[in-house]
């Protein structure tokens, strides 16, 4: 990117009452209704994001009901339901995939490009992702025996949708494997046979799906307890070290990694990382009830200085705001947290620029 230390998001931001009650159609509304609801909620989000100075923006994922289950508007072969252990939406693969209408992620990226001049960030589920969170061992089994089958047909139809993500203008193409990532964290890894094929094989899904496209950065979210700490879920331990061989590996331009939480080791880890990788360095801790502040979020980042050059990296917060449906967040909260990652940017770009 041309400028130093652009201020980013990484997809999510909060869902209010008001915009959970139109994914959940309530109340039923017209279709022409709907839209143009929906549309003022998300002028409101690109809004907050470029009042609080950012440089990339999304449109909060606001219109997936599910961001993982947005799959299943672009292809037919699955059953949607809640999930009974928790009530969030519950995707499964049932059938074998047929494309529907494609273009649903697109029109996102088309609306969010039409009202802003800043860069538009759009965001895409990994295909072996997909696998480890849609696929069951008995409910998919008539249709995919083997889990990597199912992640293999995810690719052609994700690919479809990249390249009409591509003609709406988007910047970046995010693609989120918070799975991958997981494969730092020796709990994780004891739980596979084969825990290095288990993560090459995510990193060749991704390549199938961003091989040969042009024009568009495409970049990689790995986040492994950030998303749990807002959730109240189990955080994951270790540092990048196990999967460097896999990072080095992806075709992609960009990799969003999370670096506020110790867990996360030290920076000297980006050393071993390729040259060409730009670095979205996850300086801004997503924590509900934890303030941050301009000089703490600098210090962070000058502690990779210590080992990438000022013009590889992007300040983002570690995750998404929002990292799963059931997530509880105040939005006057992350609007300051993000209004202190871009005055962070103007400090840094006056120092290093």
Same mark, same amino acid.
């Given at each position: ?7 980013s ?5 909060p869902?209010?009452?008001? /915009?959970l ?17 929906? %549309? ?8 907050? +994001? ?5 440089d ?19 292809? &037919? ?17 049932? %059938?074998?995939?047929?494309?529907? +209408? ?9 609306? /969010? #490009?039409? =009202?802003?001049?800043r ?17 069951h ?9 083997? #889990? @990597? ?7 052609? *139809?994700?690919?479809?949708? =990249?390249e009409?993500?591509k003609?709406?203008g988007?910047d *970046? /193409?995010?693609?989120? %494997? ?13 739980e ?13 899904? *991704? ?28 955080? &994951? ?5 196990? =999967?460097?061989?896999?990072?080095? #590996?992806?075709r /992609? ?9 110790? %867990? ?11 040259? @060409?990788?730009?670095?979205g360095l996850?300086?801004?801790?997503v ?10 979020v ?8 210590k &080992?990438l ?14 990292p ?7 939005? @006057?909260?992350?609007?300051?947290k993000l209004?202190?990652?871009a ?11």
């Amino acid at each position: 990117m041309a400028q130093l230390f652009p201020a980013s998001v990484v997809g999510s931001l909060p869902r209010s009452a008001f /915009v959970l009650d139109l994914i959940n159609g309530r109340p039923a509304l017209s279709p022409a209704r709907h839209e143009a609801e929906m %549309d003022a909620a998300i002028r409101y989000a690109v809004a907050l +994001q470029e009042h609080a100075g950012l440089d990339v923006v999304t449109d909060g994922e606001w219109r997936r009901k599910s961001y993982i289950g947005v799959i299943a508007e672009l292809a &037919h072969g699955f059953a949607l339901g809640v999930n009974p252990l928790d009530g969030r939406p519950w995707t499964i693969v049932t %059938d074998k995939l047929t494309p529907a +209408q494609p273009g649903f992620i697109a029109r996102e990226a088309r609306f /969010v #490009r039409s =009202i802003t001049r800043r860069q538009v960030k759009i965001t895409l589920p990994a295909p072996a992702l997909l696998g480890e969170r849609l696929w069951h061992p008995e409910q998919s089994a008539k249709a995919y025996p083997a #889990r @990597d089958d199912f992640v293999r047909d995810c690719v052609p *139809i994700l690919r479809r949708e =990249i390249e009409l993500i591509k003609e709406s203008g988007a910047d *970046i /193409v995010q693609i989120d %494997d918070p799975h991958l990532c997981l494969f730092v964290d020796p709990a994780v890894r004891s739980e596979y046979a084969d825990p290095d094929r288990a993560a090459d094989f995510a990193v060749d899904m *991704i390549n199938q799906l961003v091989d040969g496209f042009t024009g568009v950065n495409f970049a990689v979210h790995l986040c492994r307890r950030a998303g749990a700490r807002v959730r109240g879920e189990r955080r &994951h331990a270790g540092g990048y070290g196990p =999967i460097l061989g896999q990072l080095n #590996r992806l075709r /992609v331009r960009h990799l969003t990694m999370e670096f506020t939480h110790p %867990d996360a080791g030290d920076a000297a880890v980006f050393r071993r990382l390729r040259p @060409d990788l730009e670095i979205g360095l996850g300086c801004i801790d997503v924590t509900p009830g934890l303030e941050e502040t301009v000089a703490g979020v600098v210090a962070r980042v000058e502690q990779a200085l210590k &080992h990438l050059e000022p013009e590889r990296i992007t300040l983002n917060p570690d995750c998404g705001f929002a990292p799963g449906s059931a997530a509880k967040l105040d939005m @006057d909260e992350v609007y300051a947290k993000l209004k202190v990652e871009a005055e962070a940017a103007a400090v840094l770009r006056a120092r290093y620029g």
